[in-house]
């Protein structure tokens, strides 16, 4: 197997060395990447045979969203089989078939792992339902009798981050009401009981399955939330999701969580390859995430708190700081990243006024967002550590913002007091050709529509345009693996700036990003590397143009 292993950077202890420290790890989203066998739904076999277009792009690793047997209550987060693969993805010869295919290009394969719930259809929770209280199997999940005087009240007033309370009452075999389970998001994914020793030794198997499968590691979906606080305690508010990510609550974050993860770093450290983990980890601070990423625990945690930064350049260098300072004590590399599968594509998030969130359901100014995005596509490839590039955004695509409410499957979409409810937009199928009834996804058209004029943002339209977002992406990846200043480390250099413009430097680099609306006049900082948008250097010093990153080599 050819893979990219990078250098060990000077700044990073010994006890977390390893590709993961500099990798560009590209996000699958297999239901709308590409359609193999032509039933308007993505499958391992379509992203099979776009992986050569994967390596192409230069990234190192593909991480894919959940695969598994699942009755898609939730895209696959709702997990019924976690061994087996769900038909409308294909089979596990086609996944063994990816796996071998993916090594033999030199790329890692990362999969998703959810071990927060299961599907209400796994077959755990089935038959603790049928069996009724008393049944071993419900010591596995949170059952608990409901308050008042005839249980009628949940046990506790925690609320779903889809909305609504986040338990639901079950019906005895005899036609009686019965207990409630928990649940922190839809009803059709119960809560497993990490307390229980049968779900920690369940959890060790399928982590040994798919690493024997030849995974090189795995994505930890809502790795903060196993642990629940002793006696599940009342939250006391009824105002939680806005508390969500800024306060320890007692259903997430909890310090059980981390025993958890030291006994899956003995799993993965037995494995050759250099396997890992990563946290989907919402947290208060950077430096509770810090705790997912310590030597014995996982290699890699998501910044959602980067990724929740606007355009600003005084915000970013803030948050830049926090998180290098947050994991240079624990050795692990920072993460870097812009969109994934559950918020609005940053090309449309940078294209609205700031403050609105990371779920919009606006446009806003189009050809604003695409040049934001693209500088903050730059600043992000220069920074130390490991980005995440999300399907799609090599593209420069924007969500689709226009949907109507009757194809819309965001669960959280149908529960009025959840979030937003419009992931959806980020989820529609990628345009591969310029024409085509799916603009070459699949001959089978796409399970979420796609807009007219997709196909002038697909691959085809883009490749070998110069200046295009694709081609951008492209040389933007490649500089960053071949410049030695450039990718593994912990450290920046911030040099004076004239207000909205960072400049940042790294052993023979520099790059300068000018978040405001107006060109500002600065320094010439060597020879252009790359930059977001064309720039003219005419002596000592240039015009930076308005929302535009130009990297130099010095």
């Not at 969203?65 to 038909?87: H, K, L, N, T």
């Not at 779920?359 to 920074?383: P, V």
């Not at 697909?458 to 295009?468: K, Y």
């Not at 450290?491 to 990003?513: K, N, Q, S, Y």
Request: hydrophobic share 40%; net charge negative; glycine share 10%.
């Amino acid at each position: 197997m050819t893979q990219h292993l990078a250098a060990p950077s000077a700044d990073a202890p010994a006890h977390q060395t390893g590709w993961w420290q500099d990798a560009v790890i590209y996000q699958v989203y297999p239901r709308s990447f590409a359609d193999g066998n032509g039933d308007g739904m993505g499958d391992l076999a379509g992203v099979r045979g776009r992986l050569p277009y994967l390596k192409d792009l230069g990234v190192d690793a593909v991480w894919l969203s959940p695969f598994y047997a699942s009755p898609q209550a939730d895209a696959g987060y709702d997990v019924a089989d976690y061994r087996a693969i769900d038909p409308m993805f294909g089979t596990l010869l086609d996944a063994d078939g990816l796996i071998r295919d993916a090594h033999e290009l030199g790329l890692r394969i990362i999969v998703d792992l959810v071990p927060n719930h299961s599907s209400d259809r796994h077959e755990w929770f089935r038959r603790a339902l049928a069996e009724g209280p008393g049944s071993a199997l419900r010591d596995r999940y949170h059952f608990r009798p409901g308050k008042g005087s005839d249980g009628e009240l949940p046990p506790n007033d925690w609320e779903s981050v889809f909305g609504g309370p986040a338990w639901t009452r079950t019906t005895d075999p005899d036609g009686t009401p019965g207990d409630w389970y928990l649940h922190l998001f839809a009803p059709e994914q119960p809560d497993f009981n990490w307390e229980h020793p049968a779900v920690a030794d369940e959890f060790r198997s399928i982590l040994r399955y798919w690493l024997d499968m030849g995974v090189d590691g795995f994505r930890v979906d809502v790795a903060h939330g196993l642990v629940k606080a002793e006696g599940l305690p009342d939250l006391g508010t009824h105002d939680q999701l806005k508390l969500l990510g800024n306060d320890v609550m007692p259903f997430f974050d909890q310090d059980g969580v981390h025993e958890i993860y030291r006994s899956w770093r003995t799993i993965l450290d037995e494995y050759p390859g250099d396997r890992i983990a990563v946290a989907e980890a919402w947290t208060p601070t950077v430096e509770r995430t810090a705790n997912y990423v310590r030597p014995d625990e996982m290699h890699q945690a998501f910044n959602f708190q980067y990724l929740s930064t606007g355009w600003d350049a005084a915000e970013l260098r803030a948050v830049i700081d926090a998180s290098l300072d947050a994991m240079r004590p624990v050795g692990a590399p920072t993460t870097w990243v812009l969109s994934n599968h559950d918020v609005t594509r940053h090309a449309t998030r940078f294209a609205n006024p700031p403050g609105l969130g990371n779920q919009i359901r606006s446009a806003g100014d189009r050809e604003l967002g695409l040049r934001r995005a693209r500088a903050a596509t730059l600043l992000m490839l220069a920074l130390p550590g490991s980005a995440y590039v999300y399907q799609g955004e090599e593209l420069g695509l924007p969500d689709v913002t226009d949907l109507p409410d009757e194809v819309r499957q965001d669960p959280s979409f149908f529960r009025a007091a959840g979030q937003d409810g419009f992931r959806d937009g980020c989820r529609v199928p990628i345009p591969w050709t310029r024409e085509g009834s799916s603009y070459g996804f699949g001959s089978g058209g796409s399970w979420l529509p796609q807009p007219s004029g997709w196909g002038e943002l697909s691959v085809q339209a883009q490749t070998g345009v110069e200046g295009s977002t694709l081609e951008l992406y492209r040389a933007a990846i490649a500089a960053r693996r071949a410049h030695p200043g450039l990718g593994a480390g912990s450290e920046v250099e911030w040099l004076d700036a004239p207000e909205g413009v960072l400049i940042l430097a790294r052993p023979g680099f520099v790059c300068t990003v000018n978040t405001t609306d107006s060109p500002v006049r600065i320094a010439v900082r060597g020879s252009v590397l790359l930059s977001s948008t064309p720039v003219v250097t005419d002596g000592a010093e240039f015009e930076l143009p308005a929302d535009t990153t130009v990297w130099w080599t010095v």
